[in-house]
Structure formats: C-alpha cells, structure tokens
C-alpha cells in the first residue's frame, strides 16, 4: 500500500476555533455511530475506535459525552452520510465525506469549493475508482507472522501488512474491518491502536505546481470551513 495512510489531521487543532471544528465533528461522528449501532463501545467496534481516536486528538470528555447522552435519547438531530468527489485544481482527485441532515444545502456547499477553484464535482464513482477502502489498523508490534495468523484465523480477508520501526500496519478491505479489528483483538487483547478507521487511499500520487498549489490549499481551505465535512480525501503528494 505504500506511503501506510494519510494523515489527514496533522495541521487540525492549531487555533481554539479549528479546535472547536474537530470537537464538533467527532461529536457529530460520535452520535451517528452511537445512534445507528449502539452507545456502549464494547458492543459497538466503530464507537470505540472513534473514542480511541477523539480521545487521542484530545477531545474533551464532557464533547463525547454529549454526543453519547444525545444518541441514547433517541431524539436529536437526523443525520445522514453523503459523499462527494470529483477532480481538484490540477487534475488532482477528491472524495469528500459528510454527515448532514440538508443534503442539498451540504451538496450545494461542497460544489462551492469545486466552482471556486476551477475544479469539477463528478458523479459518484467518477474517481473513487482510483482509490482502495481500506479498514486501516496500526499499532505496536514486530511479529507481523503472528499477526497474519491471527487475523486468518478470524477469516479476515487481509490486503497487506507492514512492519516498520515497532509499527505494524495492517490494510483490509473495508468491509473487512470489524472482523479484522474483532480477531486483532481476541489474539492480543487490548490494544492501544495508533490508527483505527477506514479510509479511501489513492492508488497513485500526483505532485501540484505554480497556481495549482495556491488553488488546493484554497480548496482544501473551503471544504475544510464546512461544518457537514468530516473527512477529505485526494491524491495530492503534499
């Protein structure tokens, strides 16, 4: 798979007002996963991992709370996931993950930031094609032959596994995840994952030059202001 994953969060959080936008859209993630599968992670793998992850990112306890208190009340806002791609400023490609409750006003958004920066939102599959869904788990550890084990053992279609400087990584398809995460798991017990989601990985990279660069991050800027947004993913070699 090369290249592992994207780390998308790595510029997140630098001011109180970016930092409230990631508050936000954990909360927002979190009540999702908690309302449609459960809010008590140990039955729920999703809402665990995204607790993991939001707790690691240094989301507040009383923001995760919020979010779970709100899902366990049945009522509250009906959000739905929405997902948008297409062609970025130099050919780059995009796909852009939401959760709304107006998919037009969030559509509308999204196409803001193509128009505004001369670039052109496809149809669904238009180039998420060029991307792997990958269950994407990393965590400490060198025995890579056991891991593989473990994870045939649990009949988990494995895609590739790494082993670099005390990390393992391991890529599976996306449907794969909560068996993969479930046999990982049951082999080592708890496990203090460094990364556990799912993420849209491109197949190649392209590098950005003159006018386009200033145009992605303005596009990247847009789409990243939108509070709908939860997740961009693109092939641009930063």
């Excluded at 939401?98 to 006003?105: F, W």
Aim: net charge negative.
């Amino acid at each position: 798979m090369g290249r592992a994953y994207q780390n998308r969060k790595e510029s997140m959080a630098k001011t109180s007002d970016m930092k409230a936008k990631l508050y936000s859209r954990y909360g927002r993630e979190i009540y999702v996963t908690a309302k449609s599968g459960g809010t008590d992670p140990d039955g729920n793998l999703a809402l665990r991992g995204l607790i993991d992850r939001a707790k690691k990112e240094q989301v507040p306890a009383h923001v995760i709370e919020k979010a779970l208190d709100k899902a366990k009340g049945g009522g509250g806002e009906d959000y739905s996931p929405a997902r948008y791609e297409g062609y970025g400023p130099g050919g780059s490609m995009a796909i852009i993950e939401c959760l709304t409750d107006n998919p037009n006003r969030t559509f509308g958004d999204v196409r803001q930031a193509f128009t505004k920066t001369k670039s052109k939102i496809g149809t669904q599959g238009s180039v998420s094609h060029m991307f792997d869904h990958c269950a994407i788990f990393v965590f400490s550890g060198d025995d890579e032959e056991a891991v593989l084990e473990a994870l045939m053992e649990g009949d988990v279609d494995v895609t590739d596994i790494e082993n670099e400087d005390g990390k393992i990584t391991v890529f599976a398809p996306n449907t794969e995840y909560f068996k993969a995460k479930t046999a990982l798991i049951e082999r080592f017990g708890e496990i203090d994952f460094d990364v556990d989601e799912i993420q849209f990985i491109p197949m190649s990279y392209t590098t950005l030059e003159g006018d386009d660069v200033a145009l992605f991050e303005k596009f990247m800027a847009i789409l990243n202001d939108l509070d709908d947004v939860q997740q961009v993913y693109h092939n641009v070699e930063m």
